[in-house]
């Protein structure tokens, strides 16, 4: 089979996965920024880039934004070191006790809402609010419970990954390294991380994702459309400007934090291909 078939047939194999994405995301992500581009859906006059810069203005939307950001640049930090830390630590012990992965990946497939309702009673109690009281719902203790919860649930699953990357490393390539002197840190810094480096990257980009999709956790823990400042991240912004039948803010928010995410996925693409064109 030559290089032409061979990609029409892997074209053809994911034909219906690329349909499933042009008619479920693409074409409505394509009316949501026409709706950013008009001033309502009756009148349906365009207004250009009127509706962003206003959202632009917008301080909650500014609040919002750098809620979610540092939270996703904080959890993601934490959470990939974590990972890799404990993905070494079990490699070993995940050999000889199979059950390990299995309460590895239990957190993800737990009910969120009994999860939730256990964090309310660990969390919900005097000293806590104690701590956020004393500085107005600002600062990490107010997120403290959500961030907690963030890694708690998809530390699992991200060693498992890695977990499986650091078994596919020959143990040729790891000892012909210790007898050219690297050993501990050095070794994983200098051997390990690098060949590791694409699952790593992949770790990377699923807890950024997860980062955005833990409104949910949020609004049960909360349970208010406006939770405390520190707390109050883009998801919440749509999410009451879509209760208030606002389409415009929502649209033009949504298309501004979907090219902010794309640049950051793209950038992280980017850099993992020219970190493996540079060793490889």
Same mark, same amino acid.
């Not at 962003?52 to 993601?76: C, D, E, H």
């Given at each position: 089979m030559n290089n032409t078939r061979l990609k029409v047939y892997f074209f053809l194999l994911g034909l219906p996965a690329l349909s499933g994405f042009a008619v479920l995301y693409l074409l409505p992500f394509c009316r949501t920024v026409w709706y950013s581009l008009i001033d309502n859906t009756y009148q349906a006059n365009f207004v250009f880039l009127d509706n $962003? +810069?206003?959202?632009?203005?917008? #301080?909650? $939307?500014? %609040?919002?934004?750098?809620?979610?950001?540092? /939270?996703?640049?904080?959890?993601?930090m934490s959470i990939g070191i974590l990972s890799v830390m404990l993905s070494f630590g079990l490699l070993r012990l995940s050999k000889r006790l199979a059950f390990v992965k299995n309460l590895l990946i239990a957190p993800m497939v737990m009910p969120t809402a009994g999860i939730v309702f256990v964090w309310q009673i660990a969390?919900?109690?005097?000293? $806590?609010?104690?701590?956020?009281?004393?500085?107005?719902? =600002?600062?990490?203790?107010?997120? /403290? #419970? +959500?961030?907690?919860? $963030?890694?708690?649930?998809?530390?699992?699953?991200? +060693? +498992?990954?890695?977990?499986?990357? %650091?078994?596919?490393?020959? =143990?040729e390539v790891l000892e012909a390294a210790t007898l050219d002197g690297a050993d501990g840190f050095r070794l994983h810094r200098s051997v390990t991380l690098p060949l590791i480096s694409p699952s790593l990257t992949f770790v990377i980009? %699923?807890? /950024?994702?997860?980062?955005l999709k833990n409104f949910r956790e949020s609004y049960l823990f909360f349970q208010t459309d406006y939770p405390p400042d520190a707390a109050y991240t883009v998801q919440y912004y749509m999410n009451n400007h879509f209760r208030k039948l606002n389409y415009q803010n929502l649209t033009a928010g949504s298309v501004m934090f979907t090219i902010v995410i794309v640049a950051i996925l793209m950038a992280a693409y980017f850099r993992e291909k020219r970190y493996n064109d540079k060793i490889y």
């Open positions: $962003y +810069i206003n959202v632009l203005k917008n #301080p909650y $939307y500014q %609040l919002a934004m750098k809620n979610t950001l540092i /939270f996703s640049a904080v959890g993601v969390f919900q109690n005097d000293w $806590y609010r104690i701590l956020t009281h004393s500085n107005n719902g =600002e600062g990490l203790w107010t997120i /403290f #419970p +959500i961030m907690l919860l $963030y890694i708690w649930k998809n530390t699992g699953i991200n +060693i +498992i990954i890695l977990g499986a990357a %650091l078994i596919g490393i020959q =143990e980009v %699923l807890s /950024f994702v997860n980062a």
